[in-house]
Every structure is written in C-alpha cells, then in structure tokens.
C-alpha cells in the first residue's frame, strides 16, 4: 500500500503543501474552511504525519516538556490529563519528567534533559515556576517555558494559574458560617507557593471575622497523606480539640478523616474537616470531603496550548491568567455543636 505523504494530501486537498503544514502545526493564519477540508483529507486518506520528518522540516522536535515533583499522584495525573490533551490537540508529544533537584543540581538536572531530548519547550508544575534560578536559566537559553499554579505574575512569560488564597479564604469562611471559631490549619510542603498562599487565606478569613489566630492549631504538613497523619495526631491531641480541621490539600485531609474516626469522633458531628483541589478522594471516601476544585487539568491544558502557540509565533505579550475555584460542600463539614 503506498504511503500516504504531506504531498499526496495536499494534491488531494488542491492546497499547497505549505497549508497542509500550516494546519498540521495548528498556525492561526488558515481560514475555517480551508481547515476543514484539510482535515478532512488527513481523515480520509488515514494521514498520519511522520514526527521525524515534520521535526527535520521545521527544526523542531514538536515535544513539550513537562517537569514535577509532586507528593500527591492525583495532582500529577491529573497534570498529565490536561498537558497530554493540549499536545494531542496540536500534534506534539509530552516528556514527563520528575525532578527532585534542588538549586546547581535542578539546573544541571534540567540541562541535561534539554540537550538530550530537544524539547521545544518546557511546563513548570509546582513548585519549579516559582524557582528563580530555573526561571532565569530558560530565560537566558531563550527555552520558552509556561508556568501553571505559580505565585509570580509580573513577569514576561506564559502563566495560568488559580486563586488559591481566595479559595482558602472561602473554605474557612464556609467553617466560620457554621458557628467553627477554633478552625485547626495543616500547611503543605514549604516550597510551593500555594502553600504560603492557602495559609494567607485561612488567616484572613479569621482575621476577617474577628477570630484570634493561635499558632498552637497550625501544623506543618508536605502535601502527602503521611504528612496529614503525623498533623493530625498533633491536632487531636489537643485540649480542648478544635473543632473543625482544614487541611490544604485533600490526601491530608483525608489522613485527618481516618485517625478521627479511628479515635471513634464522629466526622461532622464531633468535628468537621475540610480540605483542597477536589482530588478524587474527596469524592470517594465517607463522609465525602468539603474542598476547593481547583481546575488542574484546564490549568495545564491553557498553559501548553499558549506554549504551543508562542513557539508556534511568538507573542511579543505573554499570556497570563487567573482562573476561579470553586466551593464544593460535602458530608464532612457541618453547623457546630454547641
């Protein structure tokens, strides 16, 4: 069977091969119908383009990179959903690569991944957008890099991320309205920002409602689900027990769920816990978890398509976003006993 080529579909099509790349690279200069008939040629013809060849063409290896270090599996994967979305959109490929480096070692870390695998462009997933000293190694290889769930903004590269101090804010505003005054708070791991930004909302939230913050009901936790354990042992053990627990991310929160129910509490009724980014276990423990739902994937899938789109034509302007959480009420939250 002969192979089906760029040249074959364009002759089919009655377009030049240039348009055919066009419209294979997703570029913006196509019109609609010109687009559709294209595509429907590729269809027709079972068209699959040749990476290597398409590469070769364009000086390109048409692979986004996508760098994390994460303690949480379902943040990661869900990371992959929106990044592996996006590339498939615009025919790339997504390099995974986790990275436990810190400081001269993620840098060299992070130039030997460049060199051997001629990555396109790079995703910083939390906590590497906020790394200076990353940030500024891409700059001054001229690497174009997006940044998701990242605290910089005013700088000149691709950003989306989510307000996660408003959304802390409303999660222990919702425990507040239930009559909660001594709301207990695990951090999660110290280098990522939303960290610093989650605990900013918690805090005024109380400050908000005139409730005295005290130090002794902050723990500090990691992000993982071990983390939320060893929290909460600290957290039941105190006297008099607070009353509600929010936990900054959902896995702790969950931690948090088990040892109260192993100590025989009753989860609201004894004590209420919350916690954040409406990960899949906050839907499938009992009593279904209150959180925030962060929008993870949309998150990830906007920041590759803009980095997709700016190795694509540059934009002279970088494209940068706030998207909104939202407040999920769940079981496990409710009015508090008097």
Same mark, same amino acid.
């Given at each position: 069977m002969k192979k089906v080529t760029i040249n074959s579909v364009a002759s089919h099509a009655g377009v030049s091969k240039k348009t055919v790349s066009r419209v294979l690279n997703n570029e913006p200069n196509v019109s609609a119908a010109t687009r559709? +008939?294209?595509?429907?040629?590729? +269809? /027709?013809?079972? $068209?699959? #383009? %040749?990476?290597?060849a398409r590469g070769l063409a364009q000086n390109r290896s048409f692979i986004i990179g996508c760098l994390y270090d994460n303690p949480s599996k379902s943040y990661i994967t869900r990371v992959q959903t929106g990044a592996l979305a996006a590339c498939q959109e615009n025919n790339y490929n997504l390099l995974i690569h986790p990275c436990e480096c810190r !400081?001269?070692?993620?840098?060299?870390?992070?130039?030997?991944l460049l060199q051997t695998s001629r990555l396109d462009g790079i995703v910083l997933t939390p906590p590497f957008g906020d790394f200076p000293e990353l940030v500024e190694f891409l700059t001054a290889k001229k690497v174009p890099f997006a940044r998701v769930a990242s605290a910089i903004l005013q700088d000149e590269s691709i950003s989306v991320r989510s307000n996660d101090e408003q959304g802390a804010f409303e999660i222990t505003e919702h425990l507040i309205s239930l009559g909660h005054k001594s709301i207990a708070f695990i951090k999660g791991h110290p280098d990522h920002s939303a960290t610093q930004q989650r605990f900013k909302g918690y805090r005024r939230a109380l400050a908000d409602h %005139?409730?005295?913050?005290?130090?002794?009901?902050? /723990?500090? !936790?990691?992000?993982? $689900?071990?983390? !939320?354990v060893d929290s909460a042992r600290s957290i039941l053990d105190l006297s008099p027990r607070p009353t509600a627990v929010f936990a900054? %991310?959902? $896995?702790? &929160? &969950?931690a948090v769920l088990k040892?109260?129910? =192993?100590?025989?509490?009753?989860?609201?009724?004894?004590?209420?816990?919350a916690g954040f980014d409406n990960a899949p276990i906050a839907r499938h423990i009992w #009593? !279904?978890?209150?959180?925030? &739902? =962060?929008?993870?994937?949309?998150?990830? +899938?906007? &920041?590759?398509?803009?980095?997709i789109n700016h190795i694509t034509e540059p934009q002279e302007q970088p494209f940068q976003i706030t998207l909104e959480s939202r407040l999920i009420t769940r079981e496990s939250t409710a009015r508090v006993n008097q």
């Open positions: 559709e +008939k294209v595509l429907a040629v590729f +269809k /027709e013809l079972d $068209y699959t #383009p %040749n990476p290597i !400081g001269e070692a993620l840098i060299s870390n992070v130039e030997q %005139n409730i005295e913050f005290d130090e002794r009901l902050v /723990e500090e !936790g990691n992000f993982s $689900y071990h983390s !939320g900054s %991310n959902d $896995y702790m &929160a &969950a040892l109260a129910t =192993q100590r025989q509490l009753r989860v609201p009724d004894d004590i209420s816990i #009593p !279904g978890l209150t959180t925030i &739902a =962060q929008p993870v994937e949309e998150m990830t +899938k906007l &920041a590759v398509t803009q980095l």
